[in-house]
């Protein structure tokens, strides 16, 4: 009594129509249908319902299309040359004249057969099964499969007649088992806009939106901030690939809304098979799974965390040892089995959810993705631009935050911290919504800069560059005051730090001022432990290499030299010049500076003569404001 327009079947189930008429040498068919596994029969006619007379079946086979038929000497078949494709919807074109046959599928190649013998008419008297093999026995000499279809069928038309699937009166049908409604093609009723894609989410059609747009229909534009994740969602980067090969640290900042779901995904294969990591809620704990190929190890945090409230997660892997921290929980660690230490993840990185889980490892036991907010995302000291990075995502909306309504207007990014939020504000814009705005002629004219410890002024033109900082020999006369024991002056590098790359700098530690460089054969580091200089009264600071060869002097004070490892002697450099501070400073620095120094620079002279206007010189800044 259900009404069918595009029947689904279970692999059991069938429809039956009347025997064809007309068809006996010339049957052309279309057909549309919905796969959802490789074998089955999607329709089957003859003369006798034991297949000992002529038949005519279209079949699924290992994947591929096959129509088989028997005009009574003998049996042909033809085969597709491509597999169909699973869970989508496929076209096949067919079409028999006498004993000769062609068919196409999804456009592809024509694929041509004959039948056998002499004979050329194929009688139709069983009625025409579709979706199974209905009551017709015999099948297994005749047919690689006697299971019937397991998918959606949604157009049959043969010889010009369109089949209407309903049981008659209403339809063609006369009789009918273990069929339902195929709820695949729901989503012909529903508009997805903006690109967005069509889902059938239980019996219901729902619609996945690209990201920047919400709604049932993905008919609203959305400015997102702090991304939300509704168990549907999903962010999706480039994989890490070798970059954790040996080790990996991870920081979350997230608010979960339910007590299951994968956070943070990244694997070897597309088929969930091999190397993978995973951070995911588990009966309302934090667990992190990593496999490194022989065998998998977890960790769960030692308490539940609170539902819809803010939480820090801190992950560390050397090796086979892990170690996970959330909040100010006692640390939890786990070992993987066996004797590999690398992890090797070449596909995509997917955070807040996946597209599927047959990409994910069986040895994540949490088969659903994440409902809640994430706001920052650090891999290996290096901040994750949560949306800005992403190659793409789906139903991503935002979080309820104070940052959804620009605090920071449009010249200042809105950073979340928890449920709060700083503006770090382009230069010239100094209060703390990044509102108060200097005119470019007032900017210029200040006469000495503050920062702020996550402030700085940034230097690329040639001159600077050549002439002073990328040459054999440098000569940095610097006056500044601070009241904090731990800050970076100044800063030149070189983009993708690693170990033995070259860089020059000068920073505090302990209260004590330190000169440090490396030009490609080791570090050499200068203490100047004779005044300390975070007692917020003025100092200057000279720093001279020549070659190898350094030395610092605070305050005209006793000189400090010391001469780098190995042979090479010229810094080259390519991040430009940094003074008080400089983005993403951690991973940049390779872990050598946390911060930028809080307070004043007045002087900065380079080769002895080389006077740096410090803010009018610069080509980019942040934070920056009066010194008081």
Request: net charge negative; hydrophobic share 35%.
């Amino acid at each position: 009594d259900v009404e069918i327009r595009s029947p689904r079947f279970t692999g059991q189930g069938w429809l039956a129509f009347p025997a064809l008429r007309a068809a006996y040498k010339h049957v052309q068919l279309e057909l549309e249908f919905r796969p959802e596994a490789w074998d089955g029969i999607l329709f089957l006619t003859g003369e006798r319902d034991d297949m000992a007379g002529d038949f005519m079946a279209l079949l699924l086979h290992q994947g591929f299309v096959e129509f088989r038929f028997d005009c009574g000497s003998g049996l042909g078949v033809v085969r597709s040359e491509e597999t169909v494709l699973l869970n989508q919807w496929n076209r096949l074109t067919l079409y028999r004249h006498r004993w000769d046959a062609w068919i196409q599928l999804n456009n592809g190649k024509h694929v041509e057969g004959r039948s056998k013998g002499l004979f050329s008419r194929i009688t139709f008297r069983e009625p025409l099964f579709v979706g199974g093999p209905g009551n017709t026995t015999g099948l297994a000499d005749k047919l690689p499969t006697e299971d019937g279809l397991k998918g959606c069928i949604r157009h049959l038309e043969v010889n010009d007649h369109a089949y209407s699937f309903n049981l008659a009166p209403l339809g063609d049908a006369v009789k009918g088992f273990d069929v339902e409604e195929c709820s695949a093609d729901r989503c012909s009723k529903v508009p997805c806009q903006h690109g967005g894609k069509c889902l059938i989410s239980g019996e219901t059609a729902v619609c996945l939106c690209p990201l920047g747009f919400t709604g049932d229909l993905c008919e609203t534009r959305v400015d997102l901030q702090v991304p939300s994740f509704n168990g549907s969602s999903y962010l999706r980067y480039p994989g890490l690939g070798g970059s954790a090969l040996s080790w990996l640290d991870l920081q979350l900042t997230l608010k979960p809304s339910a007590q299951d779901g994968v956070i943070l995904y990244n694997g070897h294969r597309s088929d969930g098979v091999g190397d993978f990591m995973a951070v995911y809620m588990s009966d309302g704990h934090l667990e992190f799974t990593f496999d490194l190929g022989t065998g998998a190890a977890t960790i769960r945090s030692g308490e539940p965390v609170t539902l819809g409230e803010w939480h820090e997660l801190r992950l560390s892997r050397t090796g086979r040892l892990a170690i996970l921290q959330v909040d100010n929980m006692v640390p939890t660690q786990a070992m993987a089995p066996g004797a590999f230490t690398q992890l090797s993840l070449p596909q995509n990185l997917y955070i807040g959810g996946v597209p599927n889980f047959d990409m994910v490892s069986p040895k994540v036991k949490v088969r659903t993705s994440f409902v809640g907010c994430i706001q920052k995302v650090v891999i290996n000291n290096q901040p994750l631009q949560i949306l800005a990075a992403a190659l793409g995502g789906v139903n991503v909306d935002n979080c309820p935050h104070p940052c959804v309504t620009r605090p920071c207007g449009d010249e200042g990014h809105c950073v979340p911290e928890m449920d709060y939020f700083t503006c770090e504000c382009a230069q010239g814009h100094h209060d703390v919504q990044c509102q108060q705005h200097a005119a470019p002629t007032i900017l210029q004219d200040i006469p000495i800069p503050r920062f702020a410890g996550d402030s700085y002024l940034h230097y690329s033109d040639p001159d600077t560059m050549r002439r002073q900082i990328i040459s054999y020999k440098i000569n940095i006369n610097m006056r500044f005051r601070t009241s904090s024991s731990v800050g970076l002056l100044l800063w030149s590098g070189r983009r993708n730090m690693s170990a033995a790359g070259d860089f020059l700098g000068l920073g505090i530690a302990d209260g004590y001022l330190h000169f440090r460089f490396n030009l490609g054969s080791g570090e050499v580091i200068i203490p100047y432990n004779y005044t300390r200089v975070d007692d917020g009264l003025w100092h200057r600071v000279k720093a001279i290499r020549n070659e190898q060869e350094g030395s610092v002097t605070v305050d005209n004070g006793t000189t400090v030299a010391k001469r780098s490892p190995g042979k090479l002697r010229q810094l080259n450099t390519n991040t430009g010049l940094y003074i008080g501070g400089m983005e993403n400073i951690e991973h940049a620095s390779l872990n050598k500076y946390k911060n930028g120094m809080v307070g004043c620079i007045s002087d900065l002279i380079l080769d002895t003569d080389y006077h740096v206007k410090l803010v009018q010189m610069s080509t980019a800044g942040k934070n920056i404001k009066h010194c008081g």
